[in-house]
């Protein structure tokens, strides 16, 4: 079965500081992964995925993520955070391209310091 | 309107009424889902909708009961809910085969207290 470990429950940074939130997957196949933000009291929302090719991606609001196989990881960063960052962030793995399935982390909550 | 709606956005519930939620999508979709979103758990899928038929039912008790009338609707209809039910019941959607993009379109969810 799929799973995804997010190791940090909360981090906080300073508004200019670069970030970077860590996920690791358990998948026996080729992954379908996903980084999703959810701002206080809002749904869910895509900033990147990736399915195959280039292991570097970029996504919205200025996010990338790379894979990782070797280390079965797809750790997103940004260079240079701003105070509306400040979210709750999802990472999750899918068996295929069928989104509704996907396993998702316990989420990483981000604080952004002025 | 646009996206992925949810309504009521707050409710608040005894033990014994019967509410529903409902979700509306405005992006063409044809797969459903609702997900379950308590606070210190990661989010857990509790129905797939695939062109109406449910696809997928994650072992959820049956005082949970969904229903998907069109492509773009869908209902979750609660009765004789517990206190521990209480959470943020989102509502997502996406392509579908054979045109799956992979991605999830969520609602602002609707933030469900039983009393």
């Known amino acids: 079965a799929q799973s995804v470990t997010q190791p940090d429950i909360h981090i906080t940074v300073s508004e200019g500081a670069s970030l970077e939130l860590r996920c690791n997957y358990s998948y026996g196949a080729t992954p379908y992964l996903f980084w999703y933000v959810q701002s206080p009291g809002q749904g869910l929302q895509l900033l990147l995925k990736?399915?195959?090719?280039?292991?570097l991606v970029q996504g919205i609001k200025g996010f990338e993520a790379e894979f990782k196989r070797s280390q079965s990881s797809f750790n997103l960063r940004k260079p240079s955070v701003h105070w509306s960052d400040a979210a709750e962030y999802f990472c999750?793995?899918?068996?295929?391209?069928?989104?509704?399935?996907?396993?998702f982390g316990d989420g990483t909550t981000l604080t952004v310091k002025p | 309107e646009t996206g992925v709606t949810q309504t009521p956005r707050h409710l608040v519930m005894g033990m014994t009424n019967k509410k529903s939620l409902k979700c509306e999508q405005h992006?063409?979709?044809?797969?459903m889902y609702w997900y379950k979103q308590s606070a210190k758990k990661p989010l857990e899928l509790m129905f797939v909708y695939n062109f109406k038929e449910q696809t997928e039912n994650n072992s959820v008790p049956s005082r949970f009961s969904p229903e998907c009338p069109n492509s773009s609707h869908l209902f979750l209809h609660l009765h004789t809910l517990q206190p521990e039910d209480s959470a943020l019941y989102l509502c997502?959607?996406?392509?579908?085969?054979?045109?799956?993009?992979?991605?999830?379109?969520f609602g602002e969810g609707s933030r469900l207290t039983v009393l």
């Open positions: 990736y399915f195959s090719g280039d292991t």
């Open positions: 999750a793995v899918g068996r295929d391209s069928n989104a509704g399935k996907s396993t």
């Open positions: 992006l063409g979709h044809n797969a």
């Open positions: 997502a959607s996406s392509q579908g085969a054979p045109r799956n993009t992979g991605e999830l379109f």
